[in-house]
Nanobody, 121 residues
Framework: QVQLVESGGGSVQAGGSLRISCVAS??????MGWVRQAPGQEREGVAS????????EYARSVKGRFTISQDKAKSTVYLQMNGLRPEDSAMYYC????????????????WGQGTQVTVSP
């Protein structure tokens, strides 16, 4: 069973940047992603990366501001978040799946514990 451990969340003012990280053990050679959920709201798929080829996909709400990347040597996937907005505030979860289509989506089989991102106006 893959274990995912996120880090790097925190508080930032609107317009600022944060980078969150996820160490996967073992690292998925298939599909990794990020999902976020704010209190009282539905889960939202944010970004995904097809680990073998590096292909990425983003939700419309973050495209152009967020970048998902990976460092296979460190078994780590990153989410660089620039131009943060208050509506980006949420718990961010690292996710992975050994099967299925690698795309941005809210439902995944394997989840980390989450890291909180808070953006103040």
């Amino acid at each position: 069973q893959v274990q995912l451990v996120e880090s790097g969340g925190g508080s930032v003012q609107a317009g600022g940047s944060l980078r969150i990280s996820c160490v996967a053990s073992p690292y998925s050679e298939y599909c990794m992603g990020w999902v976020r959920q704010a209190p009282g709201q539905e889960r939202e798929g944010v970004a995904s990366i097809y680990a073998r080829a590096g292909q990425t996909e983003y939700a419309r709400s973050v495209k152009g501001r967020f970048t998902i990347s990976q460092d296979k040597a460190k078994s780590t996937v990153y989410l660089q978040m620039n131009g943060l907005r208050p509506e980006d505030s949420a718990m961010y979860y690292c996710v992975t799946d050994p099967v299925g289509i690698c795309k941005v989506r809210p439902d995944w089989n394997i989840w980390g514990q989450g890291t909180q991102v808070t953006v103040s106006p």
